[in-house]
């Protein structure tokens, strides 16, 4: 018997994926623990292992095809097993579909009359039985009475566009209609199975419309769109939502660092590469953080969530993207730990190869423009973290010593923005300034 094979979930805030790949071609041989399909979730790209062995019987989503979790996108069998006539169909459209269309109430008609006898129809009348299509549930059925093969999504689109799905030619395997044929038929590029309804008839016999000439691009020049990917969708939403519900304040700090470029120069003789300037910044974040668990908090309808292991996010500028991987229980981890596993993951970030765990469980985040010239500047918080740390650039500027000397130190100013339903100005303050002692002070971050 068939095994229906549903999409996965992928991350802890996953809620569809698009199916980028198939990496078995249907028919083939599935063997379990082997790659079967390529996913794009809300937050990175991931192939999906099998977890049974046969043959791919059927491929219901096609590659494009989004659906939400739980959703069949595939069967696996037996060789020579074929797969079900309705298959592809979920047991929701199962359920709306009459089995039987019901006549008007108004046509007594004896039972032994067939239910389908030919009747004359004006051009333009309504079918009694759901539309041009002439199958029950409106999008369900076909002009015969049998199913049309078609995905799920397409079902669904169809159903929200007014689509008629037995009107469409299906590119999808055995001829099966995707959300792409649907999209196609709403822009007017359909290609129909049949002849067309009497009244769509008419409208092709009319004479074409001139095409509307070509709006003016005005000052702005031309305009072209892009549409985002699902990462920059997620990002987009997450980001709007924090800036709409939380009540975010930031406090600047300038933190002397001479004493950490003086301890990069010594850790270059014995070790290349050396731990950077953002990897000592993380690890005095994460030391800080297990001194003041609300700051690796963060606030859950009307309560505290305080976590137990110190998960340190860095900022990643991918491709037309912001990506922030995570480096798990940061505080237990030594300072060359951290720069190696920062630097593998920072690898995988712009090759595109990070994984959803990878970017998963994050308590705190530290973002770093300084490479860029940037002094200091603000950031939105991700959430439901407490706060986000950023880091201006590194340079030699005047500073007044304890003598009264004005002396060139090497400095850089760190930014905290935070949550007040958490973090109040003295929380924030008093972590700030553990970091800065760790920094001015570094050998302790080398233990």
């Not at 991931?46 to 059927?58: H, K, P």
């Not at 069998?77 to 006539?85: L, Q, V």
């Not at 709007?240 to 700090?253: C, N, R, V």
Request: proline residues 7%; negative net charge; aromatic residues 2%.
């Amino acid at each position: 018997m068939a095994t229906d094979v549903t999409m996965p979930r992928l991350s802890d805030s996953m809620e569809e994926g698009t199916i980028l790949k198939w990496l078995v071609e249907q028919g083939g041989e599935v063997k379990k623990g082997e790659p079967l399909v390529e996913i794009e979730t809300d937050k990175a790209n991931m192939t999906y292992d099998a977890d049974t062995s046969g043959v791919l019987i059927e491929v219901v989503a096609g590659e494009g095809d989004t659906l939400p979790i739980g959703e069949v996108i595939a069967r696996i069998g037996e060789a020579g097993e074929k797969p079900a006539e309705d298959s592809g169909d979920s047991g929701a459209d199962d359920q709306e579909e009459p089995e039987e269309a019901e006549e008007p109430e108004e046509a007594e008609e004896p039972k032994e009359k067939p239910k389908r006898e030919p009747q004359p129809q004006a051009s333009g009348a309504s079918n009694p039985v759901g539309g041009p299509g002439g199958g029950g549930g409106g999008n369900g059925g076909s002009a015969d009475g049998e199913r049309v093969k078609a995905s799920p999504v397409a079902r669904r689109v169809a159903k929200d566009l007014g689509i008629e799905l037995a009107q469409l030619e299906g590119t999808g395997p055995g001829g099966r209609i995707v959300k792409a044929d649907v999209e196609a038929a709403a822009q007017g590029n359909g290609k129909p199975q049949d002849e067309a309804p009497p009244a769509e008839a008419e409208k092709e016999e009319a004479p074409a419309e001139a095409p509307a000439p070509k709006a003016d691009a005005g000052a702005k020049g031309e305009v072209e769109t892009q549409e985002l990917s699902r990462l920059q969708k997620t990002v987009s939403r997450r980001m709007a939502e924090s800036k709409a519900t939380a009540p975010d304040y930031t406090l600047h700090m300038q933190i002397d660092m001479t004493l950490c470029v003086e301890l990069r120069k010594r850790l270059k003789e014995v070790e290349d590469p050396a731990p950077s300037f953002n990897d000592m910044i993380v690890k005095a974040c994460a030391n800080a953080l297990r001194e003041h668990p609300r700051v690796n908090g963060a606030y859950r309808d009307g309560r505290f969530e305080l976590y137990g292991n110190v998960n340190v996010g860095v900022a990643v500028a991918a491709s037309d993207a912001l990506v922030v991987p995570t480096i798990f229980e940061a505080d237990k981890k030594s300072l060359g730990e951290i720069a190696r596993q920062a630097r593998a993951l920072i690898e995988k970030v712009r090759d595109g190869k990070i994984t959803p765990p990878e970017v998963s469980g994050g308590t705190f985040t530290v973002s770093n423009l300084g490479m860029y010239g940037v002094d200091e500047f603000s950031a939105v918080i991700n959430p439901p973290q407490a706060a986000i740390l950023t880091v201006g650039s590194l340079k030699k500027r005047p500073v007044v010593d304890g003598d009264g000397r004005v002396v060139a130190r090497d400095t850089l100013t760190l930014s905290m923005v935070s949550d007040h339903r958490i973090l109040y100005g003295a929380d924030a303050a008093q972590f700030l300034a553990r970091v800065r002692e760790l920094l001015e002070q570094p050998l302790a971050l080398a233990l």
